[in-house]
């Protein structure tokens, strides 16, 4: 059974860090591309970042480029998004997705709260 | 960046109706469309890719069409739990890009 467990949300002030990781389980990792998409409290679903299998294409929301880095450790089946200067917009449920082309299992989210 | 709008934004409907919902691309996406469902709490759920392609155990009371700029997701009829937010989603080229959503009401 595929899995995808996010973890590493919480509350943060504005210009904090956060990292935020996803471990997957029941498919081969390695081979699968990755997506990070939110979603803000009562908005629609906004994608972030995408990674390739062996994060060597990496593409990034024009919102958190620059600010966050998508990663992952294929030995560890994890993925991660490192954010860093973070506002009060980037308040959201953010999900990791595995992707086929379009993203056919999801994780259940990890909520980010920024707000001082 | 392609711009994905969908309508209507919220739809009123019965047990039992057909439901048409639209999703148009601002430029050509071939067949490069998805199409989700999401429920309060929970997480997007896919339902149809490339356009036409059922998710595997997806009803199949749900369809995908359209090509290019044009697509529609159908519900031939409506049961108690396809109540919820349905959002379309392009994979063409990046960034990917979402409709709006649609919500779906009783």
């Known amino acids: 059974e595929v899995q995808l467990v996010e973890s590493g949300g919480g509350l943060v002030q504005p210009g904090g860090s956060l990292r935020l990781s996803c471990a997957a389980s029941?498919?081969?990792?390695?081979?699968?591309?990755m997506y990070w998409v939110r979603q803000a409290p009562g908005k629609g679903l906004e994608w972030v970042s995408r990674?390739?299998?062996?994060?060597?294409?990496?593409t990034y929301a024009d919102s958190v480029k620059g600010r966050f880095t998508i990663s992952r450790d294929n030995a560890k089946s994890t993925l991660f998004l490192q954010m860093n200067s973070l506002r009060t917009e980037d308040t959201a449920v953010y999900y990791c997705a595995r992707v086929l082309g379009w993203a056919d299992y999801w994780g259940q989210g990890t909520l980010v709260t920024v707000s001082s | 960046d392609i711009q994905m709008t969908q309508s209507p934004t919220s739809l009123s409907a019965s047990v039992g109706d057909r439901v048409t919902i639209t999703c148009r691309a601002s430029q050509s996406i071939t067949t490069y469309l998805n199409w989700y469902q999401q429920k309060p709490g929970k997480a997007p759920k896919l339902l149809i890719y490339a356009a036409s392609n059922l998710q595997g155990g997806v009803s199949s009371r749900f369809s995908g069409s359209g090509s290019g700029t044009d697509f529609t997701l159908t519900i031939s009829s409506l049961q108690p739990e396809d109540f919820a937010t349905y959002y379309c989603?392009?994979?063409?080229?990046?960034?990917?890009?979402f409709g709006q959503g649609t919500r779906l009401d009783i």
């Open positions: 989603q392009q994979s063409y080229r990046t960034p990917i890009t």
């Open positions: 990674i390739d299998t062996d994060g060597t294409s990496i």
């Open positions: 029941g498919f081969t990792f390695s081979g699968s591309w």
